[in-house]
């Protein structure tokens, strides 16, 4: 999910809001908030040192006479300044307070200025994107109070000897410097807070697709299978009262069985073949309303009459499958709880919205048929989802009635 791209209205991927980049991977996760948790950054860590004793000879060379030289003690600051780096990620806090000591001890002794500042941005953005924006704050003020102190006042008893005050345009570069690593530390921060933003909601339209794959999966199983096993477990009654008496009846009904058994493995195993291949097209056709006289046929088989009034119009793949499946559970409804063995399923098609009427004539039996008790749950979700609605219920006369309004043009939710 990290590797969704996060798209504009309507255009490619936006190069700002493609996530961390790789300099900043060490502030991202976990590692950055959690204390203990974090890894030991040794590589950009040495870079650093190298860089801060490197750019520290340099700059100590170019300010000669008017710095104290680089010695022994001004070699191992700029290592211990460097090295508390090391652990930024898991003690941001300890870190930035100590480079800020660190680089403050430096520039009492009078070394020269240089990249040694470097040290205490990098520590003050791990503090303030882990979230210790305080201490962040507090420790590069008082290194900048301590370089104020040593520039107008304490200079007159610290090294180099006849130091002066720092001019005006010295404290500007230095405040500049301040802004400079307040502004990059909060970007820092404000970046990484919407990049964990971003993941989290990637995250949940993962699950919510995912949990809306697995609740069409199982209705669409749930409708196949019913329908099946209601015919086949009417039948297998059949069979088994007439095994005796009427062998004929029962061979009649063991061939129903062995007919919707292997109508609804099929059925199955194309639902099954789109879970293995999601990106594949379907070998087959989804079912819509012009399997219609199928479904009448199975229902014969189970011992219903059904009587269809109606055409069906050309409908959109999904409105198709939705109305077929909607009559098929109506229908296996009428199978397993209705006492009457005739079933009317009228279509009724005007402007853009579609209507199935399916009614028995009742009473309900009141029998358990092994059901789910999802059907009706599963007709009005697929009604939904597509904009449309079911009316289910009692008759005044005692039947039953489905009534399903489908729109026929594409849209709605799907």
Same mark, same amino acid.
């Given at each position: 999910?990290?590797?969704? /791209?996060?798209?504009?209205?309507?255009?490619?991927?936006?190069?700002?809001?493609?996530?961390?980049?790789?300099?900043?991977?060490?502030?991202?996760?976990?590692?950055?908030?959690?204390?203990?948790?974090? %890894?030991?950054?040794?590589?950009?860590?040495?870079?650093?040192?190298?860089? =801060?004793?490197?750019?520290?000879?340099?700059?100590?060379?170019?300010?000669?006479?008017?710095?104290?030289?680089?010695?022994?003690?001004?070699?191992?600051?700029?290592?211990?300044?460097?090295?508390?780096?090391?652990?930024?990620?898991?003690?941001?806090?300890?870190? =930035?307070?100590?480079?800020?000591?660190?680089?403050? =001890?430096?520039?009492?002794?009078?070394?020269?200025?240089?990249?040694?500042?470097?040290?205490?941005?990098?520590?003050?953005?791990?503090?303030?994107?882990?979230?210790?924006? %305080?201490?962040?704050?507090?420790?590069?003020?008082?290194?900048?109070?301590?370089?104020?102190?040593?520039?107008?006042?304490?200079?007159?008893?610290?090294?180099?000897?006849?130091?002066?005050?720092?001019?005006?345009?010295?404290?500007?570069? =230095?405040?500049?410097?301040?802004?400079?690593?307040?502004?990059?530390?909060?970007?820092?921060?404000?970046?990484?807070?919407?990049?964990?933003?971003?993941?989290?909601?990637?995250?949940?339209?993962?699950?919510?697709?995912?949990?809306?794959?697995?609740? /069409?999966?199982?209705?669409?199983?749930?409708?196949?299978?019913?329908?099946?096993?209601?015919?086949?477990?009417?039948?297998?009654?059949?069979?088994?009262?007439?095994?005796?008496?009427?062998?004929?009846?029962?061979?009649?009904?063991?061939?129903?069985?062995?007919?919707?058994?292997?109508?609804?493995?099929?059925?199955?195993?194309?639902?099954?073949?789109?879970? %293995?291949?999601?990106?594949?097209?379907?070998?087959?056709?989804?079912?819509?309303?012009?399997?219609?006289?199928?479904?009448?046929?199975?229902?014969?088989?189970?011992?219903?009459?059904?009587?269809?009034?109606?055409?069906?119009?050309?409908?959109?793949?999904?409105?198709?499958?939705?109305?077929?499946?909607?009559?098929?559970?109506?229908?296996?409804?009428?199978?397993?709880?209705?006492?009457?063995?005739?079933? /009317?399923? %009228?279509?009724?098609?005007?402007?853009?919205?579609?209507?199935?009427?399916?009614?028995?004539?009742?009473?309900?039996?009141?029998?358990?048929?092994?059901?789910?008790?999802?059907?009706?749950?599963?007709?009005?979700?697929?009604?939904?989802?597509?904009?449309?609605?079911?009316?289910?219920?009692?008759?005044?006369?005692?039947?039953?009635?489905?009534?399903?309004?489908?729109?026929?043009?594409?849209?709605?939710?799907?």
């Amino acid at each position: 999910m990290d590797d969704e /791209r996060v798209r504009g209205p309507g255009g490619p991927q936006r190069w700002w809001r493609r996530g961390p980049s790789p300099w900043l991977r060490p502030w991202e996760g976990r590692e950055a908030t959690e204390p203990g948790a974090g %890894r030991i950054p040794w590589r950009s860590t040495a870079l650093i040192t190298v860089f =801060v004793l490197a750019g520290s000879a340099f700059a100590a060379h170019a300010q000669d006479g008017e710095r104290a030289s680089l010695d022994l003690f001004a070699r191992a600051l700029l290592l211990v300044a460097s090295g508390l780096l090391l652990w930024r990620l898991r003690r941001p806090v300890a870190v =930035v307070f100590g480079t800020a000591a660190a680089v403050a =001890v430096y520039l009492g002794a009078g070394y020269a200025y240089g990249p040694v500042f470097l040290t205490v941005a990098v520590a003050c953005c791990s503090a303030v994107v882990a979230g210790h924006r %305080r201490a962040a704050w507090t420790a590069l003020g008082m290194l900048w109070a301590v370089h104020l102190l040593v520039a107008h006042w304490l200079y007159r008893w610290l090294p180099p000897a006849g130091d002066h005050p720092a001019p005006l345009g010295q404290e500007i570069v =230095v405040a500049g410097w301040v802004v400079a690593i307040v502004a990059i530390a909060e970007l820092a921060r404000i970046r990484r807070e919407q990049w964990a933003r971003e993941r989290a909601e990637r995250a949940q339209a993962a699950r919510r697709r995912a949990g809306e794959e697995r609740l /069409r999966i199982a209705r669409e199983l749930h409708d196949v299978l019913a329908h099946s096993l209601s015919v086949i477990n009417v039948q297998a009654g059949v069979g088994l009262a007439l095994l005796d008496s009427d062998p004929e009846q029962a061979r009649t009904a063991l061939t129903t069985i062995k007919s919707a058994s292997k109508e609804a493995l099929g059925e199955v195993r194309q639902v099954l073949d789109t879970l %293995r291949t999601p990106g594949d097209a379907p070998r087959a056709p989804a079912p819509g309303l012009d399997r219609l006289p199928e479904l009448v046929e199975q229902a014969a088989r189970a011992g219903l009459t059904v009587d269809v009034t109606g055409r069906a119009p050309r409908l959109p793949p999904h409105t198709d499958l939705a109305a077929f499946r909607i009559v098929q559970e109506a229908l296996t409804n009428v199978v397993r709880h209705s006492g009457s063995r005739q079933a /009317r399923v %009228r279509l009724d098609h005007s402007g853009a919205t579609l209507r199935l009427r399916i009614d028995d004539d009742g009473p309900a039996t009141g029998a358990e048929a092994g059901g789910s008790g999802n059907g009706l749950a599963g007709m009005r979700e697929r009604a939904a989802a597509l904009g449309g609605t079911i009316d289910a219920g009692q008759r005044p006369d005692g039947g039953y009635r489905v009534l399903a309004v489908l729109p026929t043009r594409a849209g709605g939710n799907q």
